[in-house]
């Protein structure tokens, strides 16, 4: 079997989907359900009707566009990726794995090659956590691992719920029917930028992920007391401040003490009442971010934080609350997924580096009721979620490439 990636028309399609943007080039904003997602919903699934493939979507949004196979009873070969995008993102994220996988699909039909099981491009609804809070919803509701009546109760920024918006933008049905039964996939694959630097560091072309790390997230608040920063002297004082910064130092010293390089803890965001230059603080929010791909070690780092924080409300007579707002559990990658794409790089004699997705994607949730792989291609700098994002056209075509010949490999 001969395949050829036709990458000029490959790239001309990622600069064409780059257009549908809130922001001005070369930043992206593509936010699920605005009017800009819709038209470029609506120009993607013209490209999949005109490559020959029957499109169905979801009551969540989540696109279907399958080639059929000549056992169409057998559990489906799928790959795919999103299109949402993030204020001022970039242009490759998730759309590498959405396009790359239709090209995947076209040099396949092209080439001649009839797939036993069917062969499904998916495109997930907003695994970017932009509108509603929560990342990778469609997925979450393709696995089960969000139930419907949690999804009723979300709201974006405006206070409308998911029932409201997605009616609005056309999405009628139920959720209950949007999750897929185990065994519908017998394999997914993800191409995907790397998002780190890597394999640009290493000059390794590709990357073949072995495990998913996944995060917990939990919100804190510490609430001391306030008052005049000159007028209440410092054994009398009750400051959430400094209890935070005890706190942040902790989640940092406790992801250092696990005794792995796959352990990261991130504090990401603090808020400060009232921030007054002359006040003391009296209240601070904190968004602690722990990952890790071993679960029972990230939440070994989450039982030594929550311990602590016990500790420093004592020492400083503050209140502090923890509330866990998700605990996601990593996921391994199939081996036999693994090994057909090591099979086509090793075909190619294409170098390739096992490793672990330190992001999240899609294919977390996936392998909950499916076999998952991905497969990485360098990014320059590692860039990602700004607008120099950037991958290089012949790494494009060739993890393009190397996902056809997986695709093959598993749905013959």
């Known amino acids: ?3 050829t990636i036709d990458r000029d028309r490959l790239l001309s399609e990622i600069d064409t989907l780059a257009s549908f943007s809130d922001a001005e080039a070369p ?3 593509r936010i699920v359900f605005t009017p800009t997602d819709l038209q470029a919903r609506a120009w993607i699934k013209a490209r999949c009707e005109e490559a020959g493939l029957t499109v169905r979507q979801d009551a969540v949004g989540n696109i279907f566009a399958r080639w059929n196979g000549s056992e169409p009873a057998a559990p489906v070969v799928g790959t795919g990726s999103h299109i949402d995008a993030i204020p001022n993102a970039g242009k490759y994220d998730g759309v590498v794995g959405v396009l790359g996988g239709l090209e995947a699909i ?5 080439s001649g090659f009839r797939p036993k099981h ?3 491009l998916l495109i997930f609804t907003s695994e970017e956590p932009t509108r509603f809070g929560i990342g990778c919803l469609g997925s979450r509701l393709l696995s089960g691992t969000l139930s419907p009546d949690a999804a009723r109760k ?3 920024n405006d ?3 998911l029932d409201e918006v997605r009616h609005r933008a056309g999405f009628g049905g139920e959720l209950e029917k949007v999750k897929l039964p185990i065994g519908y996939y017998q394999a997914f694959i993800e191409l995907h930028i790397e998002q ?3 394999l640009e560091r290493r000059q390794i072309p590709l990357g073949i992920v072995a495990k998913i790390a996944a995060p917990a997230s939990l919100r804190v608040l510490i609430e001391g007391s306030g008052g005049h920063a000159g007028g209440v002297l410092m054994p009398d004082r009750r400051d959430a401040l400094c209890a935070a910064a005890e706190l942040i130092l902790a989640i940092e010293s406790a992801a250092r003490s696990s005794g792995a390089v796959d352990t990261v803890a991130t504090v990401g965001m603090c808020e400060v009442f009232p921030g007054a230059v002359n006040s003391i603080p009296s209240r601070v929010r904190l968004s602690v971010d722990i990952r890790d791909t071993d679960l029972q070690r990230r939440d070994v780092v989450i039982r030594t934080f929550e311990a602590t924080s016990k500790a420093v409300s004592a020492k400083r007579q503050v209140s502090i609350q923890i509330e866990l707002l998700n605990a996601d559990a990593p996921a391994d990658c199939a081996p036999a997924i693994i090994e057909a794409i090591s099979q086509s790089c090793r075909q190619h004699e294409l170098n390739f580096l096992p490793m672990v997705s330190r992001a999240y994607h899609d294919s977390l949730f996936m392998a909950r009721i499916a076999p998952v792989a991905m ?8 860039y990602s979620h700004r607008p120099d994002e950037y991958s290089h056209p012949d790494d494009i075509a060739r993890g393009t490439l190397v996902l056809a010949e997986t695709l093959a490999a598993l749905s013959g």
């Open 1 to 3: 079997m001969s395949l």
């Open 27 to 29: 930043a992206v904003t």
């Open 106 to 110: 076209r040099a396949l039909r092209q």
């Open 118 to 120: 069917s062969v499904e």
């Open 154 to 156: 979300l709201t974006d």
């Open 159 to 161: 206070g409308a719920t």
């Open 196 to 198: 780190g630097p890597l």
């Open 375 to 382: 497969l990485f291609i360098p990014c320059r700098n590692g």
